[in-house]
């Protein structure tokens, strides 16, 4: 004889069984004939609620249209990174002519170079007045100048915008000859500078001379910038923050960041 399953009176489901949908065809357990108890399915309402809190979850964290496609497509990332690098003007041991398009720096700040970070973002804005990486480590902050410049490019006789990158020394120089009335301003239209370096890392020398645009001809073989070439020149000119902003949560957390590595090594 077949042997079947024993059950109690307490393992059978004597409460009247709900019918099934017809469209409900999951297979369910049996014994003998006799449906073993299911396990009770959560109300639709419940369901309901939580695929609409899904639905409007996604909502609200997805942004659409081709506008915000755009805007962060813009956004800053290494393509901007990237066109920055390009534009920034490198000093070389030969002489560069170039010619300063304004009378003042369009950028200058204070720049945290962290080299105990050995991966990741390096570079820190310093904050001013209130910077956790003076206040609390008194790391010291290069001072940049930055200038939109026209730098003469022998290999094509072309005039081609740069953004020039000075320090103290250097601009303080200009800033002398842009508030002296004979030299100045900066952007005086028969005013060129001739700037080169000499020596490498920490003593490295950066050097400066003016040069006249009457001298441009038997000196350097080179024209004057025409009014045309000019006026193309100073509209494309940076006006952006050449090094963005650093929020003091930021520089916090590098702060805090820079003291772990240090307890860790004393640890060691």
Known sequence: MPRTAAFDVDDIDTRPKRRRHAADDTPHETYNNVEAPRKRRRS??????????????????????WDEFEAAASSSNNTDFEAKNALKLRVTNSQQLIKILQDAPFDSFGLHYVQEIKTGKRSFRCGGD???????????????????????????????????????????KLKAINDDPKRGPLDKDNLYFAISKT???????????????????????????????????????????WERFSSPQELKRVVHRLLEDDTEEDDE
Request: aromatic content about 8%; proline content about 2%.
């Open 44 to 65: 639709e309402t419940a369901a309901d609620e939580e695929h609409s809190h899904r639905t409007n979850s996604a909502r609200r964290s997805a942004v659409a249209g």
């Open 199 to 241: 020596g490498k890392g920490t003593s490295t020398e950066y050097h400066l001379e003016t040069v006249k645009a009457r001298d441009l001809d038997e000196d350097w073989d080179v024209d004057e910038i025409d009014s045309k070439t000019l006026t193309t020149l100073k509209e494309v000119i940076y006006t952006d923050p």
């Open 130 to 172: 209130s910077c956790p990486l003076c206040d609390d480590l008194d790391h010291y902050a290069r001072k940049l100048a930055l200038f939109n410049v026209a730098l003469f490019n022998e290999s094509t006789n072309e005039w081609e915008h740069r953004v020039w990158e000075v320090g103290v020394k250097i601009g303080r």
